[in-house]
């Protein structure tokens, strides 16, 4: 069933958001300022091409203030955005029964999105 709803969801855009995700990783990346930044947007991109059977937890090791400060600064510069984005998507498809596992996907990617800092990508 996995196979089968992640092949789906990147028939129907998965793979446009992991490319947007790529290309913004990799402009990030570019600065020496940006190389944390565009580490986040890499885990973001390899949870949005592959989301069904995946899933992000917290990590135990995550609670200095370093991670909330770069959260911080994360959520000012876009990370807001993103997350609104994915979050509009998710009630567009959870109208529809047949879009439900899509829009609980989407709200999965506004979690990360909003604080990507201190999450683990894990296989369930």
């Known amino acids: 069933m996995r196979l089968l709803g992640n092949l789906v969801w990147i ?3 998965g ?5 947007e995700y790529f290309v913004g990783s990799i402009i990030l990346m570019i600065t020496i300022v940006g190389i944390p930044f565009g580490i986040q947007t890499l885990k973001m991109a390899s ?21 909330i400060i770069m959260n911080i600064i994360w959520l000012l510069t876009g990370g807001l955005w993103i ?9 567009i498809l959870c109208i529809t029964i ?6 609980l996907q989407h709200f999965k990617l506004t979690a990360i999105a909003l604080s990507p800092f201190g999450r683990d990508i894990v296989n369930i």
Not at 15 to 19: D, K, P, S, Y
Not at 51 to 62: N, Y
Not at 83 to 91: D, L, M, S
């Open 98 to 103: 047949i879009g439900i596992p899509f829009g």
């Open 83 to 91: 997350a609104a984005t994915h979050a509009i998507f998710g009630f």
């Open 15 to 19: 793979i446009i958001i992991a490319i």
């Open 47 to 67: 949870l949005a091409i592959w989301p069904f059977g995946r899933d992000t937890r917290v990590q135990a090791r995550s609670s200095g203030c370093l991670y």
């Open 11 to 13: 028939i129907f855009g």
